[in-house]
């Protein structure tokens, strides 16, 4: 099964790299979260909202990286999400970086719902739009 697809396009910054030039490591679980946050926002949802109003929200569970080539400063990247497994309390998103025709790096994040810190159902329109293709 998959679901909904986003990808966000990001510069590559002096600050998002090492002593070497190329983006550090850590960078990439940033670029991976701000796609992962635009993802929700595509299908009219966002963290500030959700926790504000019902104190619910997503948290990663386990996440797998591989990092397959490097990035550079001034690079554009783009990072694809999509929704691969999508439950009642969770779901899994696949994330791909790339640069050009080029993967970067492959990541897959697992995700629960929780509702005041304790595992819940994501809103069911959520689930809808999560599993929806384009």
Same mark, same amino acid.
């Given at each position: 099964?998959?679901?909904?697809?986003?990808?966000?396009?990001?510069?590559?910054?002096?600050?998002?790299?090492?002593?070497?030039?190329?983006?550090?490591?850590?960078?990439?679980?940033r670029f991976l979260e701000?796609?992962?946050?635009?993802?929700?926002?595509?299908? =009219?949802?966002?963290?500030?909202?959700?926790?504000?109003?019902?104190?619910?929200?997503?948290? +990663?569970?386990?996440?797998?990286?591989?990092y397959l080539k490097p990035?550079?400063?001034?690079? +554009?990247?783009?990072?694809?999400?999509?929704?691969?497994?999508?439950?009642?309390?969770?779901? +899994?998103?696949?994330?791909? +970086?790339?640069?050009?025709? =080029?993967?970067?790096?492959?990541?897959?994040?697992?995700?629960?719902?929780?509702?005041?810190?304790?595992?819940?159902?994501?809103?069911?329109?959520?689930?809808?739009?999560?599993?929806?293709?384009?």
């Amino acid at each position: 099964m998959e679901g909904v697809r986003h990808v966000l396009t990001l510069r590559i910054y002096y600050e998002d790299t090492d002593f070497s030039g190329f983006v550090y490591h850590a960078s990439y679980l940033r670029f991976l979260e701000r796609a992962r946050t635009e993802i929700l926002r595509a299908i =009219d949802f966002d963290h500030r909202r959700l926790w504000e109003e019902k104190r619910e929200g997503f948290v +990663v569970r386990r996440m797998t990286i591989d990092y397959l080539k490097p990035a550079q400063m001034d690079d +554009v990247i783009a990072v694809t999400t999509q929704a691969e497994d999508v439950k009642a309390a969770s779901l +899994v998103l696949r994330q791909v +970086v790339t640069r050009g025709g =080029d993967m970067l790096v492959a990541a897959t994040a697992q995700c629960a719902y929780l509702r005041a810190g304790r595992p819940a159902r994501m809103p069911e329109r959520m689930r809808r739009e999560m599993l929806r293709t384009e």
